[in-house]
Antibody
Framework: QVQLVESGGGVVQPGGSLRLSCAASGFTFSSYGMHWVRQAPGKGLEGVAF????????YYVESVKGRFTISRDNSKNTLYLQMNSLRAEDTAVYYCAKDYYLDGPAAFHVWGQGTMVTVSS | QSALTQPASVSGSPGQSITISCTGTTSDVGGYYYVSWYQQNPGKAPKLMIYDVSNRPSGVSDRFAGSKSGNTASLSISGLQAEDEADYYCSSYTSSHTLIFGGGTKLTVL
């Protein structure tokens, strides 16, 4: 079955960096757009970044532009999120999600279990 | 891009029907058919319930239905069951090529 497993979360100081990974299985990873979505404690959902199936287009929410970079390695079936210059407001559970379509972004079809990122001194 | 507007809470009794609204603008909900709905239980990842305004993924009960009129999308749940109690979020494609969410609606089954 389709499975997404995030890793790389943890506690980091403000201004620090972290790289999240999302290992995909059970579907043809190279045929779908992929997302990172976050949810701050007790808050709603926020789409962070999207990457097309072939990596040719990437879109980011305004608050992370210039600090976060989404990428993928289709040979390893893995999605990444490089997070630099982290701020307290980046504290959240980060989910990776498979888009419903090849091109997208259209809908968050399947979700991972999430990984917690805490930015604190 | 501002979040889509959803009611903070709705409630209904078992067997009843409820509707959750999701209001945006012509730059998101009103301009595209990529509107989707998600169910989230406490401590769990969200689950896709409706995509492309009114389509149900395989395995989602036909008690869930989506629609759209102008800048407002709606999620209807008929034959309400205790297991439907959860948070529900809408999402829409935007003119900035991103997907934005609503603030979420807590559904209580009385």
């Amino acid at each position: 079955q389709v499975q997404l497993v995030e890793s790389g979360g943890g506690v980091v100081q403000p201004g620090g960096s972290l790289r999240l990974s999302c290992a995909a299985s059970g579907f043809t990873f190279s045929s779908y757009g992929m997302h990172w979505v976050r949810q701050a404690p007790g808050k709603g959902l926020e789409g962070v970044a999207f990457i097309r199936y072939d990596g040719s287009k990437k879109y980011y929410v305004e608050s992370v532009k210039g600090r976060f970079t989404i990428s993928r390695d289709n040979s390893k079936n893995t999605l990444y999120l490089q997070m630099n210059s982290l701020r307290a407001e980046d504290t959240a559970v980060y989910y990776c999600a498979k888009d419903y379509y090849l091109d997208g972004p259209a809908a968050f079809h399947v979700w991972g279990q999430g990984t917690m990122v805490t930015v604190s001194s | 891009q501002s979040a889509l507007t959803q009611p903070a809470s709705v409630s209904g009794s078992p067997g009843q029907s409820i509707t959750i609204s999701c209001t945006g603008t012509t730059s998101d909900v009103g301009g595209y058919y990529y509107v989707s709905w998600y169910q989230q239980n406490p401590g769990k990842a969200p689950k896709l319930m409706i995509y492309d305004v009114s389509n149900r993924p395989s395995g989602v009960s036909d008690r869930f239905a989506g629609s759209k009129s102008g800048n407002t999308a709606s999620l209807s749940i008929s034959g309400l069951q205790a297991e439907d109690e959860a948070d529900y979020y809408c999402s829409s494609y935007t003119s900035s090529h991103t997907l934005i969410f609503g603030g979420g609606t807590k559904l209580t089954v009385l």
